[in-house]
């Protein structure tokens, strides 16, 4: 393995991740437009265009597709779209220090784990499935109040506790999908 | 203003060059080597009119080294200096390697990288497998009349960082210039997809001699995205051998056998096995060593019945690929087979059930990798009109560090789209620390003991702080081959960071340099002249590469100034090069890339542009 000296990072790379891929910010986001501005951009700066180029712009064209790619995938997934656009809102969204919940959703959390305990002590696999299943229609409820709260109320403590709550759903689902691992391998 | 020029159609300024270019699919039973031939891509052959070459190589006393047939006929008589599936071993330890009793060479227990102990001396995989890529190489020389400018070589999709660096010391110790180590699954989908015009969700499920892959790619005019990769990067066709030979030793109650008994049984039972292929039973004949005779009848039957379990071992990883992909198997509009072992009836059966489909096969398995592998270096080689081909692949499985207790702490997760880059923050445990040590290990599970170690470094002059104070920021990079660089940094004094490598599986700088003078030693080459030459390749190729970027965009992105500046840095490497000072040639390359620095960052930043314009005109449509 190779250990090079540290780089800066990205010196002229000043446009938001929406400005990159010529897209407003919002967190209704067209994906089909996201997916081909994401596309033409690789198409120019990729590191395979540049395989008989100049050391320069080999390391530029590294530079730019590494860019590129974490800025795609900041947009393309709601939870981390969500939290890119509180921040450039100026808004912390306090995922490690605010652990405050509203009762109901405590409540579910830990009847999901429950779930989770039970289907694993009997190796259901399908009621591990299904319990995905809920948890994603779960999740997508939560990013319609996501769209609501960032793009026409600007209700930014709104929007990050929704963030939380998002998170904690991405984690149980993990849970799940090592949980899924676990049994069929 | 200088006015612009425009050359006649068909004489462009730098006359264009076919550069010749192949792609090697490095296997662990056979390998092969494909170019692209009038825009076809067509597999090379040997004299005798074969594709395949045998991954095996034999060492003799004498330093003569034979390769593949020649070597595999020798296999039983001389096992332990004759390595097969050497492929096995890349970037392995001792202790990762299974059912090493039933191997018949003398492995070194030695710290890092397996060693084999051969009556030519002792060998790295590594070099092992550089013997095979010299032939392949000079195979592609010959039937392409000139040098290699470089090689697309394939690796295993589930290869860990170890396992690809060695790979790539393989090459360098071949003397290939590697243009792209490409997943397996990713070239055999590029040669699929662009025969057949697949769009979609695709599956390859690629079952080699020695490893399996399974990638799942969603394909879109041009655009191979890999969206989840798994596999088992110990799980092959020879895992099948293995258990016929298993169930062989049982039923005729043998004694432990001679290593050559062994090597023969082996054989008879990978024949048992392609024969099954085709045949509802197969017999087993030979006499060993010891003077048993061996004469049995595997059915189809207990085939299946012995394999069962190797099977399953394939579709766990498919479930988990899709899983990750967050797609259903409804989803997937067609599954690739990829590898001669997918040949076997009861493996096209098991797939064909779980996807609800019937696979395609319409590709020969054994060259599908090699065939996808010469596009893609056709098209890094610049032979080819490029917008219509990018391969966008995966880190196969997260990258991370050792934090307190023996924990990972994951940095990359598994399935980022490469290049990736990552930075966390670390501080100090104790006051008035001053080094920290950094050990990076590749795996997804929680404790650092199950992890695959790759490297452990030490960062030091932190400047004395209380606890907790410092602000060490770890950056990982992994590059468009898949390979992991790790820098560290201290933010608050921004002190200069001392990092010292030690790689676990991985070849030191020195080893390979080792390697290198033993192997021009005995090829009667002058190490100094072949380093000489390299320096010169080099240099001709930036030549080449700054005068064609000036020629399309001199005019437009440097000024009369900074143009006379890089043309005179031009001129004195072209002068260093027709010398014979090797470091000096170095230092002047280095120069005229400094010098291009600007010149490669406006022309970027112009290409990105062009890109969101791109973007914006097909809105207006």
Same mark, same amino acid.
């Given at each position: 393995?190779?250990?090079?000296?540290?780089?800066?990072?990205?010196?002229?790379?000043?446009?938001?991740?929406?400005?990159?891929?010529?897209?407003?910010?919002?967190?209704?986001?067209?994906?089909?437009?996201?997916?081909?501005?994401?596309?033409?951009?690789?198409?120019?700066?990729?590191?395979?265009?540049?395989?008989?180029?100049?050391?320069?712009?080999?390391?530029?064209?590294?530079?730019?597709?590494?860019?590129?790619?974490?800025?795609?995938?900041?947009?393309?997934?709601?939870?981390?779209?969500?939290?890119?656009?509180?921040?450039?809102?100026?808004?912390?969204?306090?995922?490690?220090?605010?652990?405050?919940?509203?009762?109901?959703?405590?409540?579910?959390?830990?009847?999901?784990? #429950?779930?989770?305990?039970? $289907?694993?002590?009997?190796?259901? =696999?399908?009621? @591990?499935?299904? /319990? &995905?299943?809920?948890?994603?229609?779960?999740?997508?409820?939560?990013?319609?109040?996501?769209?609501?709260?960032?793009? #026409?109320?600007?209700?930014? $403590?709104?929007?990050?506790?929704? =963030?939380?709550? @998002?998170?904690? /759903? &991405?984690?149980?689902?993990?849970?799940?999908?090592?949980?899924?691992?676990?049994?069929?391998? | 203003?200088?006015?612009?020029?425009?050359?006649?159609?068909?004489?462009?300024?730098?006359?264009?060059?076919?550069?010749?270019?192949?792609?090697?699919?490095?296997?662990?039973?056979?390998?092969?080597?494909?170019?692209?031939?009038?825009?076809?891509?067509?597999?090379?052959?040997?004299?005798?009119?074969?594709?395949?070459?045998?991954?095996?190589?034999?060492?003799?006393?004498?330093?003569?080294?034979?390769?593949?047939?020649?070597?595999?006929?020798?296999?039983?008589?001389?096992?332990?200096?004759?390595?097969?599936?050497?492929?096995?071993?890349?970037?392995?330890?001792?202790?990762?390697?299974?059912?090493?009793?039933?191997?018949?060479?003398?492995?070194?227990?030695?710290?890092?990288?397996?060693?084999?102990?051969?009556?030519?001396?002792?060998?790295?995989?590594?070099?092992?497998?550089?013997?095979?890529?010299?032939?392949?190489?000079?195979?592609?020389?010959?039937?392409?009349?000139?040098?290699?400018?470089?090689?697309?070589?394939?690796?295993?999709?589930?290869?860990?960082?170890?396992?690809?660096?060695?790979?790539?010391?393989?090459?360098?110790?071949?003397?290939?210039?590697?243009?792209?180590?490409?997943?397996?699954?990713?070239?055999?989908?590029?040669?699929?997809?662009?025969?057949?015009?697949?769009?979609?969700?695709?599956?390859?499920?690629?079952?080699?001699?020695?490893?399996?892959?399974?990638?799942?790619?969603?394909?879109?005019?041009?655009?191979?995205?890999?969206?989840?990769?798994?596999?088992?990067?110990?799980?092959?066709?020879?895992?099948?051998?293995?258990?016929?030979?298993?169930?062989?030793?049982?039923?005729?109650?043998?004694?432990?056998?001679?290593?050559?008994?062994?090597?023969?049984?082996?054989?008879?039972?990978?024949?048992?096995?392609?024969?099954?292929?085709?045949?509802?039973?197969?017999?087993?004949?030979?006499?060993?060593?010891?003077?048993?005779?061996?004469?049995?009848?595997?059915?189809?039957?207990?085939?299946?019945?012995?394999?069962?379990?190797?099977?399953?071992?394939?579709?766990?990883?498919?479930?988990?690929?899709?899983?990750?992909?967050?797609?259903?198997?409804?989803?997937?509009?067609?599954?690739?087979?990829?590898?001669?072992?997918?040949?076997?009836?009861?493996?096209?059966?098991?797939?064909?059930?779980?996807?609800?489909?019937?696979?395609?096969?319409?590709?020969?398995?054994?060259?599908?990798?090699?065939?996808?592998?010469?596009?893609?270096?056709?098209?890094?080689?610049?032979?080819?009109?490029?917008?219509?081909?990018?391969?966008?692949?995966?880190?196969?499985?997260?990258?991370?560090?050792?934090?307190?207790?023996?924990?990972?702490?994951?940095?990359?997760?598994?399935?980022?789209?490469?290049?990736?880059?990552?930075?966390?923050?670390?501080?100090?445990?104790?006051?008035?620390?001053?080094?920290?040590?950094?050990?990076?290990?590749?795996?997804?599970?929680?404790?650092?003991?199950?992890?695959?170690?790759?490297?452990?470094?030490?960062?030091?002059?932190?400047?004395?702080?209380?606890?907790?104070?410092?602000?060490?920021?770890?950056?990982?990079?992994?590059?468009?081959?898949?390979?992991?660089?790790?820098?560290?940094?201290?933010?608050?004094?921004?002190?200069?960071?001392?990092?010292?490598?030690?790689?676990?599986?991985?070849?030191?700088?020195?080893?390979?340099?080792?390697?290198?003078?033993?192997?021009?030693?005995?090829?009667?080459?002058?190490?100094?002249?072949?380093?000489?030459?390299?320096?010169?390749?080099?240099?001709?190729?930036?030549?080449?590469?700054?005068?064609?970027?000036?020629?399309?965009?001199?005019?437009?992105?440097?000024?009369?100034?900074?143009?006379?500046?890089?043309?005179?840095?031009?001129?004195?490497?072209?002068?260093?090069?027709?010398?014979?000072?090797?470091?000096?040639?170095?230092?002047?390359?280095?120069?005229?890339?400094?010098?291009?620095?600007?010149?490669?960052?406006?022309?970027?930043?112009?290409?990105?542009?062009?890109?969101?314009?791109?973007?914006?005109?097909?809105?207006?449509?």
């Amino acid at each position: 393995m190779l250990i090079a000296e540290s780089f800066p990072l990205i010196a002229n790379m000043h446009k938001t991740h929406f400005e990159l891929f010529g897209l407003p910010p919002l967190f209704a986001i067209d994906i089909v437009r996201l997916d081909q501005a994401y596309r033409h951009l690789q198409a120019e700066v990729h590191p395979d265009r540049f395989a008989a180029a100049t050391d320069s712009e080999r390391h530029q064209s590294l530079q730019w597709a590494t860019h590129a790619n974490e800025a795609y995938r900041t947009l393309k997934n709601p939870l981390t779209r969500a939290r890119y656009l509180l921040q450039l809102h100026g808004v912390d969204t306090q995922e490690e220090s605010n652990t405050a919940m509203p009762a109901d959703f405590l409540m579910r959390q830990m009847e999901w784990r #429950e779930a989770i305990e039970d $289907a694993v002590v009997v190796a259901d =696999v399908e009621a @591990l499935e299904a /319990l &995905d299943r809920g948890l994603r229609s779960e999740a997508r409820s939560l990013r319609e109040e996501l769209s609501l709260a960032l793009d #026409e109320q600007n209700d930014y $403590a709104g929007a990050s506790e929704i =963030v939380r709550k @998002l998170r904690f /759903l &991405d984690k149980v689902q993990a849970e799940i999908d090592q949980a899924i691992d676990a049994l069929e391998s | 203003m200088a006015l612009l020029q425009i050359s006649e159609p068909g004489m462009g300024a730098a006359p264009h060059q076919h550069r010749l270019a192949v792609g090697i699919d490095l296997g662990t039973t056979n390998s092969l080597v494909a170019t692209v031939r009038s825009g076809l891509s067509v597999v090379l052959h040997d004299n005798d009119g074969r594709a395949l070459l045998p991954s095996v190589v034999r060492f003799l006393a004498d330093g003569q080294v034979e390769v593949g047939m020649a070597a595999q006929t020798q296999q039983s008589h001389d096992p332990q200096n004759t390595i097969a599936s050497a492929k096995r071993f890349m970037g392995r330890g001792l202790k990762d390697i299974a059912d090493i009793t039933h191997l018949p060479y003398r492995f070194l227990d030695e710290p890092g990288m397996v060693q084999l102990r051969t009556v030519a001396g002792v060998k790295s995989p590594v070099e092992v497998s550089a013997e095979i890529l010299k032939v392949l190489k000079a195979r592609a020389e010959d039937a392409l009349g000139g040098e290699l400018t470089g090689a697309v070589i394939t690796v295993p999709a589930y290869f860990d960082d170890a396992q690809r660096q060695a790979t790539k010391d393989a090459a360098r110790l071949a003397g290939i210039n590697v243009l792209r180590l490409l997943n397996e699954p990713t070239a055999a989908a590029v040669a699929y997809g662009l025969d057949n015009g697949a769009e979609g969700v695709y599956v390859v499920y690629d079952l080699g001699g020695g490893t399996f892959d399974v990638s799942i790619l969603r394909l879109a005019k041009g655009i191979f995205e890999v969206l989840a990769t798994n596999g088992d990067s110990a799980l092959g066709g020879d895992d099948f051998d293995r258990r016929i030979y298993c169930w062989v030793l049982e039923q005729a109650k043998l004694p432990p056998l001679a290593p050559e008994d062994n090597s023969l049984l082996m054989t008879k039972a990978r024949e048992a096995k392609e024969w099954l292929t085709n045949n509802p039973e197969a017999r087993i004949t030979c006499v060993l060593r010891s003077g048993d005779i061996v004469d049995m009848t595997l059915t189809t039957s207990t085939f299946i019945d012995l394999t069962a379990p190797l099977v399953a071992k394939t579709i766990a990883p498919v479930k988990k690929a899709l899983r990750d992909a967050k797609l259903l198997v409804d989803d997937v509009q067609g599954v690739v087979m990829v590898g001669g072992a997918t040949r076997m009836p009861h493996i096209q059966h098991a797939v064909w059930e779980y996807f609800g489909q019937e696979p395609l096969t319409n590709l020969d398995p054994d060259k599908v990798v090699a065939l996808g592998a010469a596009i893609q270096a056709n098209v890094l080689a610049g032979n080819r009109n490029q917008d219509d081909l990018l391969l966008l692949d995966v880190v196969p499985l997260s990258l991370g560090l050792e934090t307190m207790g023996g924990l990972t702490e994951k940095i990359i997760p598994r399935n980022a789209t490469i290049p990736v880059a990552r930075a966390q923050d670390f501080t100090t445990f104790k006051d008035g620390q001053t080094a920290m040590s950094i050990h990076v290990v590749q795996g997804e599970r929680e404790l650092v003991a199950d992890c695959r170690s790759l490297a452990r470094f030490e960062l030091r002059g932190i400047p004395p702080m209380a606890a907790g104070a410092a602000r060490i920021r770890v950056t990982f990079q992994v590059d468009a081959d898949g390979l992991l660089s790790v820098s560290a940094r201290e933010q608050n004094s921004g002190a200069e960071a001392h990092i010292t490598v030690k790689p676990s599986y991985g070849l030191e700088e020195n080893e390979i340099a080792n390697m290198l003078q033993a192997s021009y030693s005995h090829a009667g080459e002058d190490m100094q002249m072949r380093a000489l030459r390299e320096t010169q390749v080099d240099a001709e190729r930036l030549l080449v590469a700054v005068a064609a970027a000036l020629d399309k965009d001199g005019e437009r992105y440097l000024n009369a100034t900074e143009r006379a500046a890089i043309d005179e840095h031009m001129r004195a490497l072209r002068t260093a090069a027709a010398g014979n000072d090797a470091a000096a040639i170095k230092q002047t390359i280095a120069v005229l890339n400094q010098a291009t620095d600007t010149f490669a960052a406006r022309r970027m930043d112009a290409s990105v542009r062009r890109a969101l314009t791109g973007h914006k005109l097909e809105e207006l449509n």
